[in-house]
């Protein structure tokens, strides 16, 4: 876990709706915010995964409950969220996260290993924001949504979860725009290549990232911390004037990935 930087009470009052919460990035959001006075409720289709996540978070002090839903699934969706409001009262907060990847080139991706990837992180994001509208809008929420830089300059091997990404950031922009009359802010974190993850370990083998680490300006990988640190601001009051954006969270790899060594 991050050094501190946020008060414990930034998010008291506060119930946060997280999927794919138990592990990986999305995990250390649900962590972080928890830390920062939030109730999470951790949302994944692996009851085993958010179950060991929200028992670590109450002993730490925290709310937690774990709830299981493949958010594929507008009906799962919803009784997640019925479950999350019968426990917590409300929901404020939705973070999507649930995510699916592997390596595969363009010419041997089957059409349903596109289409899972796209169901997962593309259709599962709006299915989650769509069935957690009325929620946001009697409580003025917001929703975060985790997205990637891998389509900003095209990634080899990656063509799937770029499509699905690239459409997380058109539907954030778009119901900024549409849903912010009610009071609904939508943003979104792309992180760059972070190290202390289970998909940094297995989509980037070890010739490739000394390379990787070279075109990065701030000399180093990111980590989950530095993720929780950017999620914890944008659903934080201090953010409230902010909607729509897609905050890169890469020490400007992305604008420097075409440099010679």
Avoid at 10 to 22: E, H, Q, R, S
Avoid at 100 to 115: D, K, Q, T
Avoid at 159 to 164: C, G, K, P, T, Y
Avoid at 173 to 199: K, M, S
């Amino acid at each position: 876990m991050s050094k501190k930087i946020f008060a414990d009470s930034i998010l008291d009052d506060k119930v946060a709706f997280v999927t794919g919460g138990g592990t990986g990035i999305t995990g250390g959001v649900a962590r972080a915010l928890a830390e920062a006075g939030a109730s999470v409720a951790l949302v994944s289709r692996k009851p085993e995964h958010v179950e060991t996540a929200a028992a670590r978070i109450i002993e730490n002090g925290g709310k937690a409950l774990p709830v299981t839903a493949d958010v594929r699934h507008p009906e799962a969706v919803e009784k997640a969220l019925m479950a999350t409001v019968a426990h917590f009262g409300r929901i404020d907060i939705v973070v999507n996260g649930a995510a699916g990847n592997f390596l595969c080139a363009a010419e041997e991706l089957s059409p349903n290993g596109f289409g899972t990837v796209v169901d997962i992180d593309l259709k599962g994001t709006f299915n989650v924001c769509r069935g957690a509208f009325a929620e946001l809008k009697k409580n003025r929420g917001q929703i975060l949504n985790i997205s990637a830089t891998l389509h900003y300059l095209g990634t080899p091997q990656q063509l799937h979860v770029s499509a699905a990404k690239a459409g997380v950031d058109a539907l954030t922009r778009n119901l900024a725009v549409e849903w912010g009359r009610y009071g609904i802010r939508v943003n979104a974190v792309a992180p760059g290549p972070i190290e202390d993850t289970e998909g940094m370990q297995r989509l980037v083998p070890e010739p490739v990232k000394e390379k990787l680490r070279k075109r990065i300006p701030l000399g180093r990988f990111g980590l989950i911390a530095d993720i929780e640190n950017a999620a914890v601001f944008l659903c934080s009051d201090a953010a409230n004037y902010i909607n729509g954006a897609v905050l890169v969270v890469d020490g400007g790899h992305w604008l420097a990935a075409n440099r010679l060594l």
